[in-house]
């Protein structure tokens, strides 16, 4: 059973936000409604990307830098929650994990890839390697 813990108060704040510059882009980029944000929760960013360039191609310069902007903001949103979950939860398995997963359907945040499995199994052989070579006094 995957780990999860309840989404903080500031992370799903910034999942509102997020959703109503999904929702702005859906607009510019003429799709349906939550269209991006599908697109986001999916990880589909090539997708997303095609959308954008052929909507861009009908803008003028200020709409098109209205877009990046928007869009830059929008990635740093998203970099800014995850560094800052994983920032408050330094000291345990959320805060070390190699990926994570938001839900926003139940607002809950799942470890997707636990810290460096591979990193965890490589200490354990060295350390059998090790195990009788070292003698400890004290």
């Not at 398995?93 to 359907?105: M, T, V, W, Y």
């Amino acid at each position: 059973m995957p780990k999860w813990k309840k989404a903080p108060k500031w992370f799903l704040d910034i999942e509102k936000e997020l959703d109503e510059i999904d929702n702005k882009l859906d607009e510019i980029c003429n799709v349906e409604k939550g269209w991006f944000k599908e697109r986001r929760l999916r990880n589909e960013a090539k997708l997303a990307h095609f959308a954008i360039k052929n909507a861009a191609k009908n803008l003028n310069e200020i709409e098109k830098k209205k877009l990046v902007t928007l869009l830059e903001y929008a990635q740093h949103l998203v970099a800014y929650r995850w560094a800052r979950f994983k920032y408050e939860n330094i000291d345990n398995e959320f805060g070390i994990a190699e990926e994570l997963k938001f839900n926003p359907k139940n607002g809950r945040i799942y470890i997707k890839k636990p810290i460096l499995k591979k990193l965890k199994e490589l200490l354990t052989k060295v350390l059998k390697e090790l195990k009788g070579h070292f003698t400890i006094r004290i």
